[in-house]
């Protein structure tokens, strides 16, 4: 039980560091896949994280907060420090930003401007399913972050690997 407990406390205080760092303007960068120990998990394996830099400030914020979420476990309606919904993950990386967005994939995928899938930028949310149920943040390369189901952690994965896309939104 100790175990648990420090895990979920070093958790919780990854996601406050990691929050105090965002609003401090200070960007992280993406952990090498090597250092990604233990991330599995939704549907498409472990994938490296993207190397590809964000195009704005707010969006590597957002990028690097989702990412130091990995290995938090889903939790329906949980919007963090240590579990998260799919958009309670997206809400809570673009918050470190400092960027309020709306609550649910639902709401989420009429915010900001559309965005092709060839034009995705690190920092895009991709939706999936009709009507809308699921979210992700692109993280270039080809890959996602997103916390995808009941009994999965927030993950990796490669953006093909998810099924039924339905669209993508540039919130900076």
Do not use: E, W
Request: aromatic share 6%; charged share 10%; glycine share 12%.
């Amino acid at each position: 039980m100790t175990t648990a407990r420090t895990s979920t406390s070093r958790r919780s205080f990854r996601g406050i560091a990691v929050a105090a760092i965002a609003g401090a303007g200070i960007v992280l960068s993406p952990l090498p896949a090597s250092a990604a120990a233990g991330d599995s998990g939704g549907g498409g394996g472990t994938v490296a994280a993207a190397p590809a830099a964000a195009a704005t400030g707010a969006a590597q914020t957002a990028v690097d907060t989702a990412l130091a979420q990995r290995g938090d476990m889903y939790l329906y309606g949980a919007t963090g420090p240590d579990r998260f919904d799919c958009s309670g993950l997206t809400s809570f990386a673009y918050k470190a930003a400092g960027v309020s967005i709306p609550r649910t994939s639902k709401a989420q995928s009429t915010f900001g401007a559309p965005v092709s899938k060839a034009n995705l930028q690190p920092g895009d949310l991709v939706f999936f399913y009709s009507p809308v149920s699921h979210v992700g943040m692109y993280i270039g390369n080809g890959q996602m972050v997103h916390s995808s189901s009941a009994g999965k952690p927030v993950s990796v994965v490669s953006l093909d690997s998810m099924p039924s896309y339905a669209g993508a939104r540039r919130v900076v």
